[in-house]
């Protein structure tokens, strides 16, 4: 994996605009902008708050094709097959509903609230990370 055109800056305004989306979630709704939580409880009976939830995936979704419109320019990510990014994604999907949250929702809203238990789940599954990408770039060869 090569990242071409990385700039701090771009990574500075994309942390600011995730910070802002989950602060702006937090005070107008206050909801936490776990994206494994809104996605989930969207296909559960009875949730009375779709529609929020629904504009929240649909922003997420439609954000790339709008910053490319206005002139971003952004490579495809991955060269991966399609059965191995879906198999990544089940096992993401799992993971979410072993730590009770995702990323999104532990790594930037619960250690914004100084969580404890969001501080263990980010700690946990940074390190799991990490160990992975060692593995395979090291002994599998990857």
Excluded at 82 to 105: F, M
């Amino acid at each position: 994996m090569h990242i071409v055109n990385f700039t701090p800056w771009s990574a500075l305004v994309g942390g600011a605009l995730i910070g802002l989306a989950a602060a702006l979630l937090a005070l107008c709704l206050g909801r936490v902008a776990g994206i494994s939580g809104i996605a989930g409880r969207l296909f559960e009976r009875g949730t009375p708050d779709r529609s929020w939830r629904v504009a929240f995936l649909l922003g997420l979704c439609a954000a790339p094709w709008l910053l490319a419109a206005l002139g971003f320019a952004f490579e495809h990510p991955s060269s991966t097959s399609p059965g191995l990014l879906l198999g990544a994604g089940v096992l993401v999907g799992l993971g979410t509903r072993l730590a009770n949250g995702c990323t999104s929702g532990h790594g930037v809203c619960g250690l914004a609230r100084l969580s404890g238990r969001s501080l263990i789940a980010v700690l946990s599954f940074m390190s799991a990370g990490f160990v992975t990408v060692w593995l395979l770039r090291h002994v599998v060869g990857a």
